[in-house]
Each structure stands twice: as C-alpha cells, then as structure tokens.
T-cell receptor, first 113, second 112 residues
Framework: DGGITQSPKYLFRKEGQNVTLSCEQN?????MYWYRQDPGQGLRLIYY???????QKGDIAEGYSVSREKKESFPLTVTSAQKNPTAFYLC????????????FGPGTRLTVT | DQQVKQNSPSLSVQEGRISILNCDYT??????FLWYKKYPAEGPTFLIS?????DKNEDGRFTVFLNKSAKHLSLHIVPSQPGDSAVYFC???????????FGEGTQLTVNP
C-alpha cells in the first residue's frame, strides 16, 4: 500500500559528522518536504521540492542540504554546519506543491552528541 | 515572523465535552487552512481543511470555523474522546503558493 517511509526511526551521530536521512514515497506525488520539530515549536520547513531536480530553501535551510534526483526520493543531509541538529525530522509529500494536503512519514529522531 | 500562531500550548477537557482549539494568522494572502493531528513520535495526519470562500466546514465530530475579518480559525471537536488526545497543528497556505506554514501546535488532553 502507498505511503511515505523514513529510515531509520532513531539515529545517533557524533558532533562534526554529516548524516543523511532517508525519505521515500510511492504515492506518485510531485512535491516533497522536510520539516524539523523541536519541543514547544511547530513544524519548521527546511527544504521543499515541487518537481524532480528542483528544490527551494524553506525557513531554516542553513546547515542542511537535499537532492531530488528521483520522484520517489528526497534525502536530507544534516551537515556539521548545523548548530543544533538534534531534533525530530519529518518528511512529507503532496500531489503538487502549495495548499494540497500533505502526507507525512513517521519521522526520524536524530541525536547528535 | 510567525505568520500562524496558536497561542494556547495546551488544553485539557473532560470526555464528552467540546474542545475548541484556536489559531490566528497575520498574512492576509492566506486563503486555505488545514488542521493536522499528531501523536508522539509519529508524523502528523490530516484532519480537516477550509477554503476562504467558506466560513465553516464540518466532518463528523470535527468542525472548522473561519473568521476572515479577524484572521482567526478554530477547530471544534464534539464530543471529545480520550483518543483525541494529541498535538493539533493549524496550517495556512495561499492557493497560488507552494508551501504550508504551520503554527506551534496545541496539546489537547481529554480526560476520561
């Protein structure tokens, strides 16, 4: 059945290391998104992509990078330049960009020590 | 610049009573609004939406009201059930835009 998968569920890294979070969807959606959730804060948009081979910065893109080489996949790399990388990361997709309902994956909890 | 604000971090209600979650926005270009529900360690799931051409949308126990002049929307849950205990996010968008903007969320606790 269709959905969004994020792996792994929990990820631990040492400070100074880059880490890549996986996001795959089989919903045939054009648009994909990465959000970060911190305690007491909403969902803050990191990057989004409305079509393959194109993506835009969201509100908190510094220290992150993405690629969109395939429609189904939108990996997020948390670089060592990200000052506070420990957070819950959520990937989402929608049929198209904009106001369309977004479907979310289960999230990845990243802990950097 | 927080364009979508949920000023109540938490709300506690008794089972069977009404839950009212509020959301304010500042961007007058927003014309489409959505509510999402999120359990701990899971991704949010879509609940209900409303276009700015309407002032009310209803789906079962959930009703969203939109007051465009006040730039305010609310989600009513009647009757509230313990399984409704979750964080509720409101989100806003322009139909001509490319993204959603989320509020900070409200933790709803429904007590048996």
């Amino acid at each position: 059945d269709g959905g969004i998968t994020q792996s792994p569920k929990y990820l631990f890294r040492k400070e100074g290391q880059n880490v890549t979070l996986s996001c795959e969807q089989n919903l045939n959606h054009d648009a994909m998104y990465w959000y970060r959730q911190d305690p007491g804060q909403g969902l803050r948009l990191i990057y989004y992509s409305q079509i393959v081979n194109d993506f835009q910065k969201g509100d908190i893109a510094e220290g992150y990078s993405v690629s969109r080489e395939k429609k189904e996949s939108f990996p997020l790399t948390v670089t060592s330049a990200q000052k506070n990388p420990t957070a819950f990361y959520l990937c989402a997709s929608s049929i198209r960009g904009g106001y369309y309902e977004q479907y979310f994956g289960p999230g990845t909890r990243l802990t950097v020590t | 610049d927080q364009q979508v604000k949920q000023n109540s971090p938490s709300l506690s209600v008794q089972e069977g009573r009404i839950s009212i979650l509020n959301c304010d926005y500042t961007n007058s270009m927003f014309d489409y609004f959505l509510w999402y529900k999120k359990y701990p360690a899971e991704g949010p799931t879509f609940l209900i939406s409303i276009s700015s051409i309407k002032d009310k949308n209803e789906d079962g126990r959930f009703t969203v009201f939109l007051n465009k002049s006040a730039k305010h929307l609310s989600l009513h849950i009647v009757p509230s059930q313990p399984g409704d205990s979750a964080v509720y996010f409101c989100a806003a968008s322009q139909t001509s835009g490319s993204r959603l903007t989320f509020g900070e969320g409200t933790q709803l606790t429904v007590n048996p």
